[in-house]
């Protein structure tokens, strides 16, 4: 059928029934990205079945690693610095249009990942059939880099399974198991891994029927009326997670809907035009930019084998025994010490809790409870690979400890301490082997967070630093390494933020509009309820810590709700009173009129300190810190870190406005050493290099 062609990225066959497999496997690449160049061959491909009419066609990844990763994002970027998205969606538009028209059945056979573009294609067949497995994972995430799906996801995936299933699914990226893929009609059988393709034959040759009930469903939920009443409904709802002028995006993607008829090629056009605009929004670009930081910190440490399969952790308490939780969780043999059982048993109950709701069996749960074990004594170092010191923060307290740990180590196994700010000069004195200490500070809470700040020093091996990287992506974080001075980088950059805050607050300021207009800069969660959640004890010994490294004071009243036992969230009172795990705000006056530098106040000592990590050489570049600032405090995404957000302000407009509020409040608002780094100049909207280490 295909004599004469040649493809690099689809390899073609056809069986004596008369049934094509096309089989995708784009060259040079380890996974398959959806470009131009398998989009072209794709065409040519469908161009071919139209004439030839084929008994049916399979689709399917010829990838172990799954199906299909989505639209080449590096082909998106330079698209959109050319002006030239609109052309290149309405192609690939027409591409799976072509293949949606085929006048045979044509069914998508789905193993691993399939995501966005990927989505987009399994749409585009009749039938689609799933391997029943833990690796299949199908979503349209297009949302999470600023835009939203552009070849026929809007158009489609609503008038299959019903707008009120499809929109949550767009709107938050969310991934789908093969299981419930199915439930909601996304896909119409699974199978067995090794039965995929023998499946997808017999679903060619007898199409599941959808069901009636979802049928009518999905049509009474498009029609002009429904679109007209559930477009307003999930715009609020929509509204209530995020702001329209930080995220566009979603916003969009609901009017496409909305205004997208019955006829298919009117809902294409809405929707590539709608993309094609929203490629140029600076939340895009900055998103794609995180994207790609996201993947470099990901391919940090290689494919170095990280040597470890045991790890002792010393101390239960929230941090230790979340790190060892997570540890079992993610494969790891661990075992876990403290000073007597009843210290333990608490971080053991926790570890249950989160695999009971992250796995599905109970046999699952009892194997991840097995490799997590108590350890009083401590026998467990002396078999441990890397041993993780998680105690209070006292640096004679942690050298005391080494002291017993170290000589009962054999051969190269990693020291490592989660301290939060405690520079690692003053660690690792009196240690035999420095060259095998380092500091691996996670964050809290352990499995949300998903940053590891690996910290060094001048007499780190660096054999060892790439084992630790490599141990943080066993264990699925994003590692970034920075210099063990005070406060590493990412509380370094918070401190005089929260600090700022707690300030304003003793000042009056009510802690409802703090949070506030925080939110309104687009921070996560406001650092009123934040400093109640990470804990006022965390605070005031973090920024007593800090505070003289900083030039900062500590704020007046912090140190007395500490003593009268009112830390914030795990007290159930701090500087809000906490019910049911939630701040109750009390409400402000409606005539309180906040001050208009309120914001400025509180986000410009990030982005001074931002600014002096870099010229400090806290990081090693520029983007490894806004990497690290965003995944480590969840610093507005969209703005793109603190370095990226001074480029696009202006770098020179921010550095005045620092001045004028050092004249007002004081010497702490100065501009730091800095603000002339050749790394400010740059425009930022090049894609970092994922490779770079």
Request: aromatic share 6%; with cysteine.
């Amino acid at each position: 059928m295909f004599e004469g062609l040649r493809f690099n990225h689809w390899k073609t066959s056809e069986s004596d029934d008369g049934i094509v497999t096309l089989a995708l496997d784009r060259a040079g690449s380890g996974v398959n990205a959806i470009s131009r160049a398998v989009l072209d061959e794709l065409e040519q491909i469908v161009e071919r079945l139209a004439i030839e009419k084929p008994a049916g066609v399979i689709i399917h990844s010829a990838k172990p690693s799954g199906f299909a990763v989505g639209a080449d994002i590096k082909a998106f970027v330079e698209y959109a610095k050319h002006d030239t998205v609109l052309e290149n969606i309405e192609h690939g538009q027409r591409v799976y249009e072509s293949l949606a028209r085929l006048p045979c059945p044509t069914v998508a056979a789905i193993h691993g990942a399939c995501m966005g573009g990927g989505t987009e294609l399994v749409l585009a067949c009749r039938q689609r059939i799933a391997a029943d497995d833990d690796k299949t994972r199908i979503a349209l995430p297009e949302v999470m880099l600023g835009i939203h799906p552009g070849w026929g996801g809007t158009a489609r995936l609503p008038r299959l399974i019903g707008a009120t299933e499809a929109l949550p699914l767009m709107l938050t990226g969310k991934s789908l198991s093969a299981k419930r893929a199915l439930a909601l009609g996304v896909i119409d059988r699974v199978a067995r891994p090794e039965e995929l393709l023998v499946e997808a034959r017999l679903l060619l040759r007898r199409p599941q029927p959808h069901p009636f009930a979802r049928r009518a469903k999905a049509w009474a939920s498009n029609t002009w009326l429904a679109r007209q009443i559930l477009a307003p409904m999930v715009y609020k709802q929509t509204a209530a997670k995020v702001r329209k002028e930080h995220y566009p995006a979603p916003f969009a993607m609901i009017e496409v809907w909305k205004r997208g008829g019955s006829n298919i090629q009117q809902r294409l056009k809405l929707e590539a035009r709608s993309v094609a605009k929203l490629a140029k929004t600076p939340t895009a670009q900055n998103l794609i930019r995180i994207f790609f930081l996201q993947e470099r910190l990901k391919g940090q440490g290689g494919g170095t084998d990280p040597g470890i399969k045991h790890v002792h952790v010393v101390g239960a308490g929230v941090m230790g025994g979340d790190i060892a939780a997570w540890a079992a969780f993610k494969g790891f043999d661990v075992t876990l010490q403290d000073r007597e059982m009843k210290y333990i048993q608490p971080a053991l109950d926790r570890a249950r809790q989160l695999y009971e709701k992250k796995l599905k069996t109970p046999e699952k749960v009892e194997a991840t409870v097995r490799r997590l074990r108590a350890d009083v004594d401590g026998k467990g170092i002396a078999n441990a690979d890397l041993a993780i010191e998680a105690i209070y923060e006292n640096a004679a307290a942690k050298r005391e400890l080494y002291g017993t740990i170290e000589p009962q180590f054999q051969a190269d196994e990693i020291l490592a301490s989660n301290t939060s700010s405690i520079p690692l000069d003053q660690l690792r004195e009196g240690l035999k082997a420095p060259q095998r200490f380092l500091g691996l500070h996670f964050f809290n809470p352990v499995a949300q967070m998903p940053l590891v700040e690996v910290v060094r020093h001048d007499q780190l091996d660096p054999a060892i630093e790439k084992r630790a990287l490599a141990f943080c992506k066993a264990i699925g974080k994003l590692p970034v390494v920075v210099k063990g001075t005070p406060g590493f980088l990412v509380n370094r950059i918070l401190m005089p933020y929260l600090l700022e805050a707690m300030r304003l607050y003793s000042e009056g300021v009510p802690g409802p509009v703090l949070d506030r207009e925080a939110k309104k800069f687009g921070m996560p969660m406001g650092p009123i309820e934040l400093a109640d959640t990470v804990g006022l004890d965390v605070c005031a010994s973090v920024g007593k810590e800090l505070a003289p490294f900083l030039g900062l004071e500590v704020p007046p009243g912090l140190d007395d709700k500490v003593a009268a036992g009112k830390r914030g969230k795990k007290d159930g009172q701090g500087l809000y009173i906490w019910q049911d795990g939630k701040p109750q705000k009390p409400e402000v006056d409606k005539d309180y009129m906040p001050p208009p530098d309120l914001q400025e106040r509180m986000i410009l000592p990030m982005v001074n300190e931002a600014i002096a990590c870099l010229a400090d050489g806290v990081v090693d570049d520029a983007d490894l810190l806004d990497a690290g600032v965003i995944f480590g405090t969840g610093f507005a995404p969209f703005r793109g870190g603190p370095i990226q957000y001074a480029r696009s302000e202006g770098v020179d407009k921010l550095k005045a406005r620092l001045e004028q509020l050092a004249q007002r409040y004081g010497e702490r608002f100065s501009p730091k050493n800095g603000w002339d780094h050749p790394a400010l100049a740059q425009s930022g909207f090049d894609i970092p290099d994922a490779s770079a280490s």
